[in-house]
């Protein structure tokens, strides 16, 4: 075989910039196949217009894309190849963000306090009947999935029609992070005495909620959007422990005012978190 236009792998590596266990890593995976295997040695041997291939892969992999996914990316057009670049791009500035607002309250605790930064009310909330949509996930899917469930939520709604008792609200059944997945319910509250639900779709529920106290703080504008709303869970969370309460259900997150863009100046959200009274001690 004409070996002229082909280079041994050790060569390649130091062309291409990927170490030679990784390319055989690759070559293992199908992500990049040499052109030849020296039948007795086992040697590889790469093409020399591989080596763009092989930076390619490179740069994808120092994105953080998958193995697989590079696989697919490297047979895939132009078009799409851009895509999943400008997915990945905005994952990275959304990461880059929700650092930025961890490193900034990890600075300020220090000189104000958590708490000192949010006002905490507390208030009755009395039962209510409410139409519920849950489904669990991380935060990447939250935006997505409350637009779409409270499109439901209000088209079966106005099929009643409802009487709404209050603003719409989501409960969280846990932590909603990158990190972290749990149940998340998209929830109307309406008048139990008035015209009632039917035809509800699968996944669609309507539940009793009991009187609760709850222990209350407010954002708006910027304050409103994530990572930044995080801040106000904390300061609740911590509020709520220094007074010796307990924490008794699932947090809420009340659309007090909303326009439909995450970091709109107008917005103004509740978050409140139901309570028991303080323990004896």
């Known amino acids: 075989m004409d070996r002229r236009n082909l280079l041994p792998i050790g060569q390649f590596s130091q062309a291409s910039g990927l170490s030679i266990t990784?390319?055989?890593?690759?070559d293992a995976g199908?992500?990049?196949?040499?052109?030849?295997?020296?039948?007795?040695?086992?040697?590889?041997y790469f093409r020399r217009d591989q080596v763009r291939t092989a930076r390619s892969i490179r740069a994808l992999r120092q994105l953080d894309i998958p193995v697989d996914e590079v696989r697919r990316l490297l047979g895939a057009g132009e078009e799409e190849l851009a895509a999943a670049l400008q997915?990945?791009?905005?994952?990275?500035?959304?990461?880059?963000?929700?650092?930025?607002?961890?490193?900034?309250?990890?600075?300020?605790?220090?000189?104000?306090?958590a708490g000192m930064t949010h006002r905490v009310t507390v208030r009755q909330s009395a039962a209510e009947r409410i139409l519920v949509r849950g489904a669990t996930l991380d935060n990447s899917g939250l935006e997505a999935f409350l637009r779409s469930a409270y499109q439901e939520l209000y088209a079966v709604a106005g099929r009643g029609p409802l009487t709404f008792t209050g603003p719409a609200f989501v409960r969280f059944h846990g932590v909603c992070d990158e990190e972290n997945?749990?149940?998340?319910?998209?929830?109307?509250?309406f008048w139990e005495d008035g015209a009632q639900p039917a035809d509800l779709p699968d996944g669609m529920t309507v539940r009793e909620l009991p009187e609760t106290t709850l222990a209350c703080t407010e954002v708006a504008g910027a304050a409103a959007a994530f990572p930044r709303i995080l801040g106000a869970y904390d300061a609740l969370a911590d509020w709520i422990t220094e007074h010796g309460f307990t924490f008794a259900g699932p947090v809420r997150m009340t659309y007090r005012r909303w326009t439909g863009t995450p970091d709109d100046p107008d917005n103004r959200l509740e978050i409140g978190w139901p309570i028991d009274e303080p323990t004896d001690g």
């Open 22 to 26: 990784a390319l055989r890593h690759y």
């Open 30 to 44: 199908g992500v990049l196949v040499p052109a030849y295997v020296d039948p007795v040695s086992g040697y590889r």
């Open 87 to 113: 997915a990945q791009l905005r994952a990275a500035e959304q990461r880059l963000e929700a650092q930025r607002s961890v490193v900034h309250s990890l600075l300020s605790r220090p000189t104000e306090g």
């Open 181 to 189: 997945e749990t149940l998340v319910e998209a929830c109307l509250p």
